[in-house]
């Protein structure tokens, strides 16, 4: 077999193969023992018809064809790995020439990979992010920490609060005409949570247990179902329960109850070292990113349309895993929302360019490094995961394995070396 490349416009490229006649005979032999076995011909047993019968019988162009569906691809992939080229989307293939006695000649063009034009990416200048903690962040999370563990106790007189819970039944009505959806019994409601429509929460403020009151709103015009979108309605309201939050003292007795530790002046070093932590860690992904940002900013990519509506397919697949863990499928997401799915893909489409570019300048940076990994490497990111999702890493491996997502988890942790060589490079103000 021998292949020449030509480089078209764009990123296609056209393989012009040439396949050695022996190997298309061996295969159009190989067609004729297949389909000899399948077709009923008059006077002999299936597998048992002459070649010279079987072609007359079939035609000489279908045994061709069966054997071109052996050949090409076996021929394709042999060219591309010769060649050295990434395609990035199917191949569409031509037969050039198909004479019996004479090579197989097919012409493969494709899109590739694009070439990457690489700026500076040794050296780049980044600020530290402000990493600093203080009194007001702890005070700030153990308040946190008592409206967690507040208790709701029962108000039986006196007016509605804001962060009140109240507990009502309700039903809306626009142009004296109830629709449907805008009904619901015992449901509780913060009142300042913002979970209902704009002035609606506002309005039970001062409302009294028993009391049945008017709630006068207009939905927003974006509001998710067109029908309501922009319409004056009034929900007819009333309160059943107040439920108000009674909170803990903040002392030792506090610190017991919501931790493993006995004083309060423990509970506050543990979530000082928390926050700090935390802190840190946010502080590195941001100087990471800044790093990444630039060195793509100072690279030159044409981004392939293939290689972006591959990204967004991916960020949809991604986005309706999360839903289905929560109970929901993106099909029922679309329909709440009032939304569809090429408005959410023109969405995604700009995170999508900048994570492709993003992806391929990297990539580019790790090919001119030669940054390699182990697979040491390989079991110690597999270990963290596991550890992460609550699972024996070789439980986890074997789920990674079975869906083919190694090679994916290999070049994320090439990318990560990659971007801790940036890191390590840079120079820190």
């Known amino acids: 077999m021998s292949v020449n490349l030509e480089k ?33 011909i008059p006077g002999f047993r299936k597998g048992k018809a002459p070649r010279a019968i079987v072609e007359r019988h079939v035609g000489k162009e279908y045994l061709n064809e069966e054997a071109l569906d052996e050949v090409v691809p076996e021929a394709y992939f042999a060219a591309v790995q010769e060649t050295g080229i990434e395609p990035i989307d199917k191949p569409k293939v031509e037969v050039v020439q198909l004479e019996e006695g004479k090579p197989v000649i097919i012409k493969a063009t494709v899109e590739v990979k694009p070439e990457v034009e690489l700026g500076e990416y040794i050296g780049l200048e980044v600020e530290k992010p402000e990493t600093e903690i203080n009194d007001e962040d702890v005070i700030n999370e153990l308040e946190s920490l008592r409206q967690r563990h507040a208790q709701l106790i029962n108000v039986e007189e006196g007016p509605a609060e804001l962060n009140d819970t109240t507990v009502i039944d309700f039903e809306g009505f626009v142009d004296g005409v109830a629709f449907p959806g805008g009904a619901g019994t015992d449901y509780s409601l913060e009142l300042g949570s913002g979970s209902f429509i704009p002035g609606f929460e506002e309005q039970l403020v001062g409302a009294k247990v028993g009391e049945t009151k008017d709630v006068n709103v207009k939905f927003p015009e974006d509001y998710h179902a067109a029908e309501l979108a922009g319409k004056d309605a009034v929900f007819k309201v009333t309160v059943k329960a107040i439920k108000r939050k009674e909170m803990a003292e903040l002392d030792d007795e506090f610190a017991k109850d919501v931790s493993e530790f006995e004083s309060l002046e423990e509970l506050k070093n543990d979530i000082l070292n928390r926050l700090k932590q935390a802190a840190t860690q946010q502080a590195d992904m941001k100087l990471k990113d800044a790093l990444v940002d630039k060195a793509v900013e100072n690279s030159k990519v044409e981004v392939p349309e293939v290689m972006i509506q591959q990204k967004i397919d991916n960020m949809l697949q991604n986005f309706a895993q999360r839903l289905s863990m929560q109970g929901m499928k993106l099909e029922d997401y679309l329909k709440y929302t009032n939304s569809d799915m090429d408005t959410i893909k023109a969405d995604y489409r700009p995170a999508a360019e900048k994570g492709v570019k993003m992806d391929l300048v990297l990539e580019a940076i790790a090919a001119k490094e030669n940054i390699t990994f182990t697979d040491e490497d390989v079991d110690a990111k597999i270990e963290e995961m596991a550890k992460q999702y609550n699972s024996e890493p070789a439980v986890l491996r074997q789920w990674i394995e079975n869906g083919g997502n190694l090679e994916p988890l290999k070049n994320s942790i090439k990318i990560d070396k990659t971007v801790e060589l940036l890191q390590e490079k840079a120079v820190i103000k």
Request: hydrophobic share 40%.
């Open 8 to 40: 078209l416009e764009g990123n296609v490229v056209a393989l012009e193969i040439e396949i050695e006649e022996t190997r298309m005979s061996q295969a159009v032999e190989k067609a004729y023992q297949k389909v000899s076995k399948k077709v009923n």
